[in-house]
Every structure is written in structure tokens, then in C-alpha cells.
């Protein structure tokens, strides 16, 4: 048991929903004039929701991408909505897309303080996973291999996990890392 619980917070959820179908992108601004589409500069048009909170990016190849979810479920309300919202506006969808969960960012507080040179001199078994050259960058980047995600970790003990596509592998991910600098005596609280 950590003597300090990690605060961990889902920051955004990426998630994408593949047609198999095209979808004509001048008909969806016909009919949703809110939309950005500007193809000489991007090949995809913006369709911004409010309610669930999410940017979603649609290709004329059928593929959508959502960002900005807080949830996993958060991320697949969104895109249904999306999909329903463009059958009704008259564009055509026909069955029903598979929804995928590709990147979670995450942010956390460890709770204490973090030696990074110590930690990353003890490591000396991970090089290749784990890079600190604090000249170049104030943080740790940290690679997990179970579950696979990329941790930038920094002094202050705070951190971001990227590279999840599951909630539970976040806080997996952060656990076994707060575990070792426990046990390994890198962390030091207050």
C-alpha cells in the first residue's frame, strides 16, 4: 500500500470511428453550416459538439476522430451523438462503426518529491526506455511496458501518461511507477 495515493486525472480521451463508407464533406456543411471546413488547408472538416465537450474530425475516407472526452464513455457518447446528428441532418451512415479508444492522456500528483538523477542512475537496466537529460528537458520520459504507455515524469512528482487506450491501464501504468520509487526510496513526501 503507497503511503500517498496518487490524484490521477484523464485530461483527454482520443478516440476514432471508421465508416465503410465515404462521407461527402460539402453535404455535411450544407447541412450544419457550424462546421469548419476549409480543404485547401486541412482535409478534414471540424464538427464541434458542446454537450458531451468533444472536437470531432471528419475525412471524406469515413474516418472520424474525437478528442477531448474526460471518459472512455464519455469518448463513445460523443461519437454516437456525432453519428446520429449526421443521420439526421440528412448524410448518409449506414450500419454501425466500430468506436475505438487510440490515446489517453492523463495527468497526476505522486504526492512528494522525486530525485530524478538518483532514479535514473538506478535504472541503468532500462536505458533505451527511459531518457532524463535535464539540459534538454525538465522531466523524465519513462516507457512502460505493461501496460505500454510513456510517462513524462518531472521533480515536483507530478506526471502526464500518454499511449494508454484503456482508463484501468492509466492508473495500472502509475501505480507500478509510484510503487518502484516507493520501494526504491526516490520518492520523498513531506
Same mark, same amino acid.
Given at each position: 500500500?503507497? $503511503?500517498? %495515493?496518487?490524484?490521477?486525472?484523464? %485530461? ?19 447541412? /450544419? ?8 488547408? /486541412? +482535409?478534414?472538416?471540424?464538427?464541434? #459538439?458542446?454537450? +458531451?465537450?468533444?472536437?470531432? &474530425? ?14 472512455? $464513455? ?7 451523438? &456525432? &453519428? ?7 448524410? &448518409?451512415?449506414?450500419?454501425? +462503426? ?48 505493461? +501496460? ?5 515524469? /518531472?521533480?515536483?512528482?507530478? #506526471? ?5 487506450? $484503456? ?22 513526501? %513531506?
Amino acid at each position: 500500500m503507497p $503511503k500517498v %495515493e496518487p490524484i490521477v486525472r484523464v %485530461e483527454n480521451i482520443v478516440a476514432s470511428a471508421i465508416l465503410t463508407h465515404r462521407i461527402e464533406l460539402n453535404a455535411v456543411v450544407r447541412a /450544419f453550416p457550424e462546421v469548419e471546413y476549409r480543404p485547401e488547408q /486541412f +482535409p478534414g472538416l471540424i464538427f464541434r #459538439l458542446k454537450k +458531451p465537450k468533444a472536437t470531432n &474530425l471528419i475525412f471524406g475516407s469515413g474516418k472520424i476522430i474525437s478528442t477531448g472526452a474526460r471518459s472512455e $464513455k464519455e469518448a463513445e457518447k460523443a461519437l454516437g451523438r &456525432l &453519428l446520429n446528428m449526421l443521420r439526421d441532418g440528412g448524410i &448518409l451512415i449506414t450500419g454501425k +462503426p466500430e468506436i475505438r479508444v487510440t490515446n489517453i492522456v492523463a495527468s497526476a500528483n505522486l504526492g512528494g518529491t522525486i530525485d530524478l538523477l538518483q532514479f535514473y542512475e538506478s535504472e541503468r537496466n532500462m536505458r533505451g526506455r527511459i531518457m532524463y537529460e535535464p539540459d534538454q528537458f525538465p522531466g523524465m520520459i519513462y516507457r512502460t511496458e505493461d +501496460p505500454r504507455t510513456v510517462i513524462l515524469l /518531472f521533480s515536483t512528482g507530478k #506526471l502526464v501518461c500518454t499511449g494508454a487506450t $484503456k482508463e484501468e491501464d492509466v492508473h495500472r501504468a502509475i501505480k507500478k511507477l509510484h510503487q518502484r520509487l516507493e520501494e526504491e526510496e526516490h520518492i520523498h513526501y %513531506e
